[in-house]
């Protein structure tokens, strides 16, 4: 029953946001800021992340890659699946998740616990639209950019690792890049980076801003957003796969 009534209030959430906003200018700037909160404030962690997964990806395929009979432009094409399709939208959001999303949740929390929603509320502020919609639109809009950075990262970080080690030269790295590739992945990837960003950004804003209690309910609101959050873009991961592959 717990879960049918947080779905509930959920979707009631949504109910309340899409209103025509007081002042376009200062949802504007606040859409800015989120902007530049989640997009450039994730940028270092997935630069990093994106890179070694990509290293990692190539020694651990050249490892299991032992028969001469299989050339090792082949090594490229694993990486640059794998990458594309799962470790760059997936394990990057995930990270998000934790990044991202404990931020919103706390930030949100605070703002409910010391007051300051209730007080936008009584000046007649819709504070659902000013709050929460920003965040959603801003992370629909800068992760997808994010992953397709960690997509290329990851490729580059598998071609700097295969050629650092003498695994694989970089020419014939380019070469296995180029073979069989398919846009579809990019598509696939992209879509799941759309939807990814929708349940990282909604998903805390919805438990940040229902929160009650003090101090600790805060944190504890956060904790249970990044885990309902991970769980949800899990399960995405799998019926998105399903339908679309």
């Avoid at 299989?70 to 990057?92: G, H, M, N, Y």
């Amino acid at each position: 029953m717990k879960i049918l009534k947080e779905f509930g209030q959920y979707i009631k959430m949504f109910r309340g946001m899409f209103r025509m906003p007081e002042n376009k200018a200062m949802y504007w700037k606040q859409f800015m800021l989120q902007c530049n909160d989640i997009g450039i404030g994730s940028l270092g962690i997935i630069c990093i992340i994106s890179v070694f997964i990509g290293a990692v990806s190539t020694v651990q395929t050249a490892y299991q890659l032992v028969s001469p009979i299989i050339p090792k432009t082949t090594i490229a094409q694993i990486v640059r699946d794998t990458v594309i399709l799962e470790f760059a939208p997936t394990l990057s959001c995930i990270v998000l998740a934790g990044v991202v999303g404990s931020k919103i949740a706390s930030e949100l929390g605070n703002m409910r616990v010391s007051e300051q929603i209730d007080a936008l509320e009584i000046m007649g502020i819709n504070t659902k639209a000013y709050l929460i919609l920003p965040k959603i639109l801003a992370g629909v809009l800068t992760i997808p950019l994010l992953i397709i950075l960690a997509m290329v990262l990851g490729i580059w970080g598998g071609r700097l690792a295969g050629s650092a080690a003498g695994i694989i030269d970089p020419s014939i790295y380019d070469n296995g890049l180029l073979m069989g590739f398919s846009g579809y992945n990019v598509f696939f990837a992209l879509t799941k980076s759309f939807v990814f960003a929708f349940i990282i950004t909604s998903v805390p804003s919805f438990y940040g801003y229902h929160v009650k209690g003090g101090a600790l309910e805060i944190g504890h609101s956060s904790t249970r957003a990044v885990v309902v959050s991970c769980v949800l873009l899990l399960l995405a991961d799998y019926i998105l796969s399903a339908l679309l592959l």
